[in-house]
């Protein structure tokens, strides 16, 4: 199964334009489900509704959510047709297989207190201190996915004009404007920091690590979920909850859904339109607590 994988990964690549991450995350399913298939001594030809089934059964047994689970069901059909259409199985199995159902759960987002407090984490005097800084500030400013901002380079960023040029999912290119507050870190780390951290090498990322290749986000994600601790944030911080309440907050301060969908770069406004169900759920709560006859 090992060579149909490899090509399966090789045709999300050159054929559906998928981003680097995306196709990782189908190549770890895949072989997820590969695996199981070898453990109980099953061939990609012997592959059945049950099997499949049985594959889904232990994902939740080792705790995945409704969605995790949905998501991997989205792969493995994925794999099976192109496995059809390669003509090395005859027939998809998985084809009349139901995706799990799973409730839509609002979106974690922080405060603008808490987002004022996280911002003051990072020791602007430290040259990894202020890149730091820059980095947080340009991901509340733009809502930015942690992958699109450890991956842009320092061309896209137009500092005069007040806006990014982001290449997002399915290699899409969407402009994005960058607050005040954000454009004067990102000044000030290129001007101090960044040449620091760089030395003798050159970089075409904004925010390079020594080497000059792009932060890695896993990184960038464990210091965002420190500074959260360190500003006593409710819950474990993430990259996504800052542009959760990049979204909420712009909603909330009078802004419309289509360019709000825009910025996040959404394919689909029902996408962008579960922060509205945020933003109505505290004009609820607002009501209730000060209204006389609510």
Same mark, same amino acid.
């Given at each position: 199964?090992? &060579?149909?994988?490899?090509?399966?990964?090789?045709?999300? =690549?050159?054929?559906? #334009?998928?981003?680097?991450?995306? /196709?990782?995350?189908?190549?770890?399913?895949?072989?997820?489900?590969?695996?199981?298939?070898?453990?109980?001594?099953?061939?990609?030809?012997? +592959?059945?509704?049950?099997?499949?089934?049985?594959?889904?059964?232990?994902?939740?047994?080792? #705790?995945?959510?409704?969605?995790?689970? &949905?998501?991997?069901?989205?792969?493995?059909?994925?794999?099976?047709?192109?496995?059809?259409?390669?003509?090395?199985?005859?027939?998809?199995?998985?084809?009349? /297989?139901?995706?799990?159902?799973?409730?839509?759960?609002?979106?974690?987002?922080?405060?603008?207190?808490?987002?004022?407090?996280?911002?003051?984490?990072?020791?602007?005097?430290?040259?990894?201190?202020?890149?730091?800084?820059?980095?947080?500030?340009?991901?509340?400013?733009?809502?930015?996915?942690?992958?699109?901002?450890?991956?842009?380079?320092?061309?896209?960023?137009?500092?005069?004009?007040?806006?990014?040029?982001? +290449?997002?999912?399915?290699?899409?290119?969407?402009?994005?404007?960058?607050?005040?507050?954000?454009?004067?870190?990102?000044?000030?780390?290129?001007?101090?920091?960044?040449?620091?951290?760089?030395?003798?090498?050159?970089?075409?990322?904004?925010?390079?690590?020594?080497?000059?290749?792009?932060?890695?986000?896993?990184?960038?994600?464990?210091?965002?979920?420190?500074?959260?601790?360190?500003? #006593?944030? =409710?819950?474990?911080?993430?990259?996504?909850?800052?542009?959760?309440?990049?979204?909420?907050?712009?909603?909330? #301060?009078? &802004?419309?859904? =289509?360019?709000?969908?825009?910025?996040?770069?959404?394919?689909?406004?029902?996408?962008?339109?579960?922060?509205?169900?945020?933003?109505?759920?505290?004009?609820?709560?607002?009501?209730?607590?000060?209204?006389?006859?609510?």
């Amino acid at each position: 199964m090992e &060579a149909n994988i490899r090509a399966f990964v090789a045709y999300l =690549r050159s054929e559906k #334009g998928l981003s680097k991450n995306t /196709i990782a995350a189908y190549g770890r399913d895949v072989s997820k489900f590969a695996a199981h298939c070898e453990e109980h001594g099953v061939s990609l030809q012997q +592959i059945s509704h049950g099997s499949i089934v049985e594959f889904l059964s232990t994902l939740y047994r080792r #705790g995945l959510d409704s969605r995790s689970v &949905a998501r991997h069901l989205v792969t493995v059909r994925h794999f099976l047709r192109f496995c059809v259409m390669e003509k090395t199985l005859e027939k998809d199995p998985s084809e009349n /297989i139901q995706s799990p159902k799973f409730r839509h759960t609002l979106p974690e987002f922080l405060s603008i207190d808490e987002v004022q407090r996280l911002l003051a984490q990072p020791d602007v005097k430290d040259v990894q201190g202020l890149r730091d800084k820059a980095m947080i500030e340009l991901l509340y400013s733009s809502g930015l996915r942690v992958s699109e901002l450890c991956g842009l380079k320092s061309a896209d960023v137009q500092l005069e004009a007040g806006y990014l040029r982001c +290449i997002g999912k399915g290699n899409k290119e969407r402009l994005v404007p960058i607050g005040k507050k954000a454009l004067e870190w990102i000044r000030e780390y290129m001007a101090k920091s960044r040449p620091e951290i760089l030395g003798d090498n050159t970089s075409i990322f904004l925010f390079p690590s020594r080497s000059g290749k792009s932060v890695d986000r896993f990184i960038f994600w464990k210091t965002l979920r420190m500074y959260g601790k360190k500003a #006593g944030l =409710r819950k474990p911080l993430s990259p996504h909850m800052l542009r959760h309440s990049f979204a909420t907050h712009l909603l909330d #301060g009078g &802004a419309d859904l =289509r360019s709000v969908q825009m910025m996040l770069g959404h394919a689909d406004i029902s996408t962008t339109q579960i922060y509205t169900h945020v933003v109505e759920g505290r004009l609820r709560q607002v009501y209730k607590a000060h209204h006389p006859r609510a």
